[in-house]
């Protein structure tokens, strides 16, 4: 059992809680989420004062969370508050009337927000430059990353809600207001001339706003994986969806799907900024991040010196092992097997890409099912790793090693490829038939999850391959297991197979 | 971490090793399951004699278990063998053997296979009177249970692969052939006079061969689940597999979608075998199970004094909840409020069978899936209670547990009706609406998981129904997120929602 920890973010729209257990090796599992609209925000505008009565339900709202922190016995609540509470006059009544139950509440800066904005991000999306825009309620931090080292950051006061209420734009947008609207935007961009530095880097849009301009797309294409998170759209897919929605009302944007009722009015506004954004850096590619703030938070308080993780994919993939509590010996040792057989066998693979962030999840997550039950292990470990957030995987890459962890078992394609078109090509089919065999193979050579098998030689013939395993003693079921797959091989790789 | 055990058991056609950990509260977790086809009993027919190259086979087969099990640390290997190693005039040569390999084998008579196969299944199917039948390679077990108690049992020396080998009957099955067979085994049941007891009994089979006779039909309706334990078949369904069968040949068999092409040769007889005993005993419902005298072995290590578990359900469920580290008191709360909201509703539930299975089964489990993950864990709850071998529920229940438990966060039917089809009924799909809302309300009322609200009382008018909580504070966020279900309650129930 690990520590627990609160983190609590008090926006302009909502009021929300994360709870999770932090474990050995910085390892988290998230235990609980929640949110309420408190609207903590609602008028601000007009006067810059917290409404009595908001102050009220926001007070109630933390004294419930702070119960929640209590009986699961965290060892720390973080209490973070953003941009209606920084602009908030009367801030100092609310933070006094937090402070009565029993929380500190940090008011963050612009730039402390975009940093836990960044820091969320570099630990959970496999990225080296990228532009990372996360439009809030009321407020829309825009940071430069290149190196994974944050440059540049700012943060506007306004996000999909002030824009809405400044524009009046919560119905069909008429050219004029559209006109304004876009040359605001235009305007408070080009103020920021380290813009140009990010000519063509991929966004990375966070907070709900952004993330539903994915899930339109995700629903659009019929998208068959439950995440949001690193999910990836074009610039044209942006630009239909802003088309789209400009020309609706209100209660016509209701019935798209992928947007939710109470985001309709707002969403317009978010739409623009993100198209506006994409266009004046001629970017390309927008990828999703469910992460925000309260993850940055989270990564804070477990990376030391907040140096970010190395390596997100061989963390996430530690993290999974260690909450199942897996024996990872023999996961590791079929990832060398898998990795030897892989480089002896290039020829026969014929694919130029690097495979080994498909080869590393497969191997080592290629047992995780038998968490569920040990029958049919293979195939809950397909809908483990389609579904367990595994991060530094793209989409693709995450589908194939889910296949290939399933062929460990069992030959077929184990998706239904009408389903995945969107994710995967048919070339990607065939790469998986090969993988799949060889993940196979490379369990069969550890059947006995005895490690008697420690590596492997390849020798490629015109119409056969012959695998020499080096071991100390026989390993009398490992080569009959072996054997087993030659089927298979043949059928794949048109070659007989020898085992020695 | 439990302690571990290693089950191996030599049959006449495989040698099976079973490795489990036993933690605490009995629980049990299956770790690895391994078979090699020895199939030592070959050529026994001929002269009782278990040839030198099928013992050296078996020899180095337990000598590889041995090791594996020696890897894993267990406590304690039980080894037994059954029909093939009972017959056998030169056993003690093979029972040496493997003592110097540190293996003490114990043969089971006939009595002691038969018990096993009684207590495995007792253990894993919800059954009061039924006949059991384990049809083996070379020998088949039949028992008699009344109120869970084993009353007769018998073992006949004769099975799946020595049948077909007596009879010829490994081609197409002439009339000559079929009467002969079928009036040997009529001869054989009949001297069984118990058996009369037995009329109308479900039989509940064991072993490969009925094992298949559940996979071809379930592969002939296209059934959803990935699950064989306690599959009901149909006595006509038996009927028509086995008609289906007798005529075709060896080729035409392997072409039968769920008769695996190892199995084609030696099926006919048991299928002929399983027919004249529901013929015999005027058997309406065979169930399959999946376990036998390994796992009977295994409950009866941890059975204290052999005594069957009391409840089976509550058994697995505890056991599922142990094995994933998973905080039971929520979920247990969230159970009492489900029963009492379902006793207090139950005019409007308005169905008359006894529904504690299905609401324990989807109240304890209901957020098992968050052991994937947090993200979307009412789905992973669906996916888990269908894949987690919970014992005690009809598979019926168990998708109708696993339905209500995805209610929990989410309105929707969360399976493709079409594809459930064989198990659901139209009626089911209204049930798992009213009990998925009736779970949903619970979880609200237990939202911040501290079980503010103690307990309810529920008042219905013509128009409305007015839920009374009963709690020592105000239970805030609760109060307000069942409010929240009112829209959907009203749906389902016509009545309006009130939450005091």
Not at 243 to 267: C, H, M, P, W, Y
Not at 404 to 432: F, G, T, V, W
């Amino acid at each position: 059992m690990g520590n627990k920890i609160g983190i609590i973010d008090i926006g302009s729209n909502s009021v929300r809680l994360l709870l999770a257990e932090i474990g050995e090796k910085k390892s988290i599992r998230i235990i609980n989420e929640l949110k309420e609209y408190v609207r903590l925000g609602d008028g601000l505008d007009k006067d810059n004062i917290l409404s009595e009565e908001k102050i009220d339900l926001a007070i109630k709202t933390l004294s419930t969370y702070k119960n929640i922190c209590d009986s699961f016995k965290v060892s720390e609540i973080i209490v973070v508050a953003t941009e209606a509470v920084r602009r908030a006059t009367n801030r100092t009544e609310f933070l006094i009337r937090a402070k009565a139950i029993g929380l500190d509440i940090r008011v963050l800066t612009g730039t402390q927000e975009a940093y836990y904005d960044y820091f969320s991000t570099i630990n959970s999306i496999n990225v080296t430059n990228a532009i990372l825009m996360d439009i809030g309620g009321a407020s829309t931090e825009i940071i430069l990353v290149k190196n994974r080292k944050l440059i540049k950051s700012i943060s506007f006061p306004f996000g999909a809600i002030t824009l809405t209420e400044h524009f009046q734009i919560n119905d069909v947008l008429d050219e004029e207001k559209e006109n304004s609207i876009i040359n605001y935007l235009k305007e408070k961009l080009n103020t920021l001339d380290w813009l140009k530095q990010a000519t063509g880097f991929p966004l990375i849009g966070i907070g709900g706003s952004i993330r539903t301009v994915g899930k339109i797309q995700k629903k659009a294409v019929n998208y068959p994986l439950n995440l949001i998170h690193n999910y990836e759209l074009k610039y044209t897919d942006v630009l239909g969806i802003y088309e789209s929605v400009k020309t609706k009302n209100n209660a016509q944007r209701k019935k798209i799907k992928g947007l939710s009722g109470d985001r309709a009015d707002i969403f317009v506004g978010a739409a623009a900024l993100v198209k506006t954004l994409m266009e004046l850096c001629s970017i390309k590619t927008l990828k999703i991040s469910r992460n925000g703030i309260r993850e940055g938070l989270l990564y804070s308080h477990i990376c030391e010196n907040d140096t970010p993780i190395d390596n997100i994919l061989s963390f996430s993939i530690d993290n999974i092992l260690f909450n199942h509590n897996m024996d990872s010996v023999h996961s590791k040792h079929i990832y060398n097997l898998f990795k030897s057989l892989s480089i002896e066998l290039k020829d026969l693979i014929d694919n130029d890409e690097d495979l080994d962030n498909i080869i590393k999840t497969a191997a080592m997550l290629h047992d995780i099912g038998s968490n569920i039950t040990y029958y049919f292990h293979h195939k809950h470990s397909l809908y483990m790793i389609l579904n367990s957030q595994i991060y530094g995987l793209s989409h693709r890459e995450l589908v194939m090693s889910a296949c290939i962890a399933a062929n460990h078992r069992d030959d077929n394609l184990p998706i239904d490829y009408q389903e995945y078109r969107a994710i995967l090509s048919k070339e990607d089919l065939i790469l998986i038939r090969k993988l799949g065999i060889l993940l196979k193979l490379s369990e069969s050579l550890d059947k006995s999850m005895t490690c008697q098998v420690k590596d492997l030689t390849c020798a490629i013939h015109k119409d056969s391959v012959i695998i020499k395993t080096i071991s100390t003693t026989t390993a009398f079921i490992e080569i009959r297991e072996a054997l087993n797959c030659s089927d298979t091989f043949k059928d794949i790789f048109n070659k007989k197979l020898y085992v020695v």
